[in-house]
Every structure is written in structure tokens, then in C-alpha cells.
T-cell receptor, first 117, second 110 residues
């Protein structure tokens, strides 16, 4: 089946630093990728939708200047958490939609666990 | 907001069928029912989806009521590895986003 990877799988950083998370579709092209955040014991919350070559669309309440999303190619989207603080500690999961197979085919990455000290 | 309602938790004996219900009373005509599951500390995994007919694949069966207001995911022979949170999501297939509700935490017990 289709594979989506994320890097790094886990990261620990100091408060005030920026962290970049990569999401790659390994065996398909994705014009649309999605970023989710999940706090312990909670469900996934959609943060933003990223389309290749254009600006991301953020969900209500998500700060676009804090969570920078770049979707520069059909196989790579990045999420940068700028000036991270302890409350940004969470499990970040990306998802990619296969442009050939269409809207039905959306695959998730394994997630990145961020801990901000 | 999620458009589905699921029980927060269920138990199932290993080897027995697990039947997970989902209510989606406000589903519209162009919306599909999707099921994903999330094993602890992993990304969600696609299971199955359907519009109005029952569907079956190698993982599960999806039974959708005739009025489409509810559905049931069936894992025919649950194993310990099926322990996960199961999410029922309704979405239109014209670019709709996958919005997750709280899901059902299924515990398969030996």
C-alpha cells in the first residue's frame, strides 16, 4: 500500500527554538497534504491543508505564523513550529492524498512526537 | 465538528467478531462513511469506506443501514493486534476533509 513517512519520529527541543517536521509520500504524488495534531487521550485535530505550490489553508484557531507549512513538491510537505513552547508539545501527524487515485485515497504518516522543554 | 457518534469504548474476546456501531444521522446524499483505526502512538490506518452498499475487504466489513443514518464496522475474527481506537468519519468525495471525532477504543482480550 501507499507509504507516507515523517522525519523525525520524535524530537526534543528547548523552549523558544524552531522545529521542522518533514512529511513525504514515498510511492505516490500528493497535490494535497494535511497536518494534524493530537494531544494525549484526545482525537486528531486538523491544523491545516497544504496544496503543492500554493499557500496552506489553516483551520480556525491555528496560528499560521507559528505553524509554517511549505509544500514545495508533489512528495514533500514541511511543518515548522516556530518559537516552540511547552504547550506545543504534541503528536504531529501528516496525511497525503494520492492525486492519481483521487480523494478516496488518503494515507497517514507514522507521526512525530514533539517535546518542548 | 465531527458528524458521527460512537461509543467511547468496547471490549471483544479474541477470535470473536467485533461489531463497532456509528451513528451519522445528519449524513447527506454525497457523503461517504469512512473507517480508520489508530493503534497506540501510530498514525491512523485506513480500513474501509462506503456510500450506501455494504462493503467488504480483507480487513473488515461495513454494513450501512438503508436510511444511511448509521453503520457498523465488523472485524470478523478479532485478534489482540486489533486493539486500537476506531474512527468513523463522514466525508464527501469532492475534496472534503477528514475530521476525526472521539472514536471507539476497542480492547480485544484473550
Amino acid at each position: 500500500g501507499a507509504v507516507v513517512s515523517q522525519h523525525p519520529s520524535r524530537v526534543i527541543c528547548k523552549s523558544g527554538t524552531s522545529v521542522k517536521i518533514e512529511c513525504r509520500s514515498l510511492d505516490f504524488q500528493a497535490t494535497t497534504m494535511f497536518w494534524y495534531r493530537q494531544f494525549p487521550k484526545q482525537s486528531l485535530m486538523l491544523m491545516a491543508t497544504s496544496n503543492e505550490g500554493s499557500k496552506a489553508t489553516y483551520e480556525q484557531g491555528v496560528e499560521k505564523d507559528k505553524f509554517l507549512i511549505n509544500h514545495a513538491s508533489l512528495t514533500l510537505s514541511t511543518l515548522t513550529v516556530t518559537s516552540a513552547h511547552p504547550e506545543d508539545s504534541s503528536f504531529y501527524i501528516c496525511s497525503a492524498r494520492d492525486m492519481v487515485r483521487g480523494y478516496e485515497s488518503q494515507y497517514f504518516g507514522p507521526g512525530t512526537r514533539l517535546l518542548v522543554l | 465538528d465531527a458528524k458521527t457518534t460512537q461509543p467511547p469504548s468496547m471490549d471483544c474476546a479474541e477470535g470473536r467478531a467485533a461489531n463497532l456501531p456509528c451513528n451519522h444521522s445528519t449524513i447527506s446524499g454525497n457523503e461517504y462513511v469512512y473507517w480508520y483505526r489508530q493503534i497506540h502512538s501510530q498514525g491512523p490506518q485506513y480500513i474501509i469506506h462506503g456510500l450506501k452498499n455494504n462493503e467488504t475487504n480483507e480487513m473488515a466489513s461495513l454494513i450501512i443501514t438503508e436510511d444511511r443514518k448509521s453503520s457498523t464496522l465488523i472485524l470478523p475474527h478479532a485478534t489482540l493486534r486489533d486493539t486500537a481506537v476506531y474512527y468513523c468519519i463522514v466525508r464527501d468525495n469532492q475534496g472534503g476533509k477528514l475530521i476525526f471525532g472521539q472514536g471507539t477504543e476497542l480492547s480485544v482480550k484473550p
